[in-house]
Each structure stands twice: as C-alpha cells, then as structure tokens.
T-cell receptor, first 108, second 114 residues
C-alpha cells in the first residue's frame, strides 16, 4: 500500500464550481501535512500547510482527520488559473512524502 | 526571492554514459534533496543532504550517487545511465533542522536515456 494515496483525476469542473480532493495516508505517526501545487511542466510549490483544527486561505480550505487518516482540500469559486495538479504531502521523519497528485482542469 | 537553479532543463544521454545533474540554491539552506518524478508515482526521494559533505539515502538510491562540497551546491551523479533512469529530476532545498519545513524546488531536468 502506498504511504499517500490520491485520486489521480482529472477533475473537470466549470469556473465558479466548488471542488474537493481527498488524500489518505497509512502512517499514523505522520506529524505534518501540506498541499503543494504543480502547474504543467513546472516545479511543485507549497500551497498551504494543513493543521489539526483545519485552516483556510482565501478560497482554499484544508482539513485533517487524524482518526481516519485523511486530508482534504476544498476549492471554492474555481478559477481557470486553479488548473494544476495538487499534491498531498506528509512530513515524515527527516523527509517529505509526496502523493502522486490529483489533476484539476477548470473550464470556462 | 528564493531561487533554486538546475544546470539543464533537458538532457539526452546514451546508455552507459556518466551523467551529472547540478543544483544550486541561493537561500543559504542547510538541506538539499534530489527527487525523480514519474507519471503515477509522484516524487520519489533519491538522496538528501543536511550539511556540507553529508548525504543520506532516500527511497530509491540505487544507480545514483551525490556530492555536496559546498553548502549551495548539490550534485546528482548517474554513474552509468540506463533507460529506466529516464525521468524528470527535481532538486529542492529547505531551511532548518526539521526536514518537514517547506521545500523550494528547482525547475527540473528532463533526462532521456537512449
């Protein structure tokens, strides 16, 4: 079983839609959690950290459920510029563990 | 502005060649990392380094070696390139003692081994 599992998508949504991605992880000892964004043919960049209490950054909301070992990312009012691959990332002992990513395509 | 640069965006090499991939960061970060990224597999850690002349194996070190002679530079070496090493190679750096701090990535090198 992979340490981090994500639905690869693609999720095809119209502008203005709300879309949610889930990510499950297998190591219950994981301490830190992140969402990274990767545009086509570009490097990954940190989108937001995920805290136990949940956190919001503008149109983006991240949630962590330790009991069920999953992380979610909610994007409200999708923009064309949100089209990218979203990587679920765990902070393990001395390294980050990346999921394979979920691709989002927002269309007009 | 944070910057990680890699020596080449695209590289084509022949089987058996020795390949050097260079990475430089200008942020005075302690930690540097080499990943490869393949479709459906995500980023996989090859090697990392938390200090000059220090290196640690990641999840898939076989067929690779690294060198860190200066704090800002981390090199990945393919001693004898093989076709299964065709991939996108990404270098990253991060600050501090906790490896789970934000990592900053270079633009990547797409290596093709024929």
């Amino acid at each position: 079983r992979k340490e981090v599992e994500q639905d690869p998508g693609p999720f095809n949504v119209p502008e203005g839609a709300t879309v949610a991605f889930n990510c499950t992880y297998s190591n219950s000892a994981s301490q830190s959690f992140f969402w990274y964004r990767q545009d086509c043919r570009k490097e990954p960049k940190l989108l937001m950290s995920v805290y136990s209490s949940g956190n919001e950054d503008g149109r983006f909301t991240a949630q962590l459920n330790r009991a069920s070992q999953y992380i979610s990312l909610l994007i409200r009012d999708s923009k064309l510029s949100d089209s990218a691959t979203y990587l679920c990332v765990l902070g393990g002992y001395n390294k980050l563990i990346f999921g394979a990513g979920t691709r989002l395509a927002v269309h007009p | 502005d944070v910057k990680v640069t890699q020596s080449s965006r695209y590289l084509v090499k022949r089987t058996g060649e020795k390949v050097f991939l260079e990475c430089v960061q200008d942020m005075d970060h302690e930690n540097m990392f080499w990943y490869r990224q393949d479709p459906g597999l995500g980023l996989r850690l090859i090697y990392f380094s938390y200090d000059v002349k220090m290196k640690e194996k990641g999840d898939i070190p076989e067929g690779y070696s690294v060198s860190r002679e200066k704090k800002e530079r981390f090199s990945l070496i393919l001693e004898s390139a093989s076709t299964n090493q065709t991939s996108m190679y990404l270098c990253a750096s991060s600050f501090g003692q906790e490896f789970s701090y934000e990592q900053y990535f270079g633009p990547g090198t797409r290596l093709t081994v024929t």
